[in-house]
């Protein structure tokens, strides 16, 4: 199962949209996730928002814990990434109108 946890919805400071995804994270397992799809948008400058930088900050870090199995941007979300048909082969049930769509201001992160 695909769960979608939509920060832009709210527009929460960094430090609160983080926490969002922590709890997600923790809650995933439990749940039977097989991955959250974080949408968080991109940022107004174009080079990518506060929220997507450190999010991806902490991923990176989550990964080398053992926390979740890996991660990867909007952008690499397709059929022709080795992440993304990892997790479409594992999970059968997930379909998602983002895949294929290349979009920066979304994250996915692959539970255990």
Do not use: C
Request: proline share 2%.
């Amino acid at each position: 199962m695909l769960k979608v946890l939509n920060l832009k919805e709210f527009s929460p400071s960094v430090d609160i949209a983080i926490a969002n995804v922590e709890i997600a994270i923790e809650n995933a397992e439990r749940e039977g996730v097989s991955a959250i799809k974080v949408l968080h948008g991109y940022g107004s400058h174009g080079r990518g928002g506060a929220i997507l930088l450190e999010l991806r900050k902490i991923l990176r870090q989550y990964k080398k814990q053992g926390k979740i199995y890996d991660f990867f941007g909007g952008e690499s979300w397709d059929i022709f990434n080795k992440k993304t048909l990892y997790l479409l082969n594992r999970d059968k049930t997930i379909f998602d109108e983002d895949l294929n769509k290349s979009n920066p201001g979304i994250t996915i992160i692959i539970i255990k």
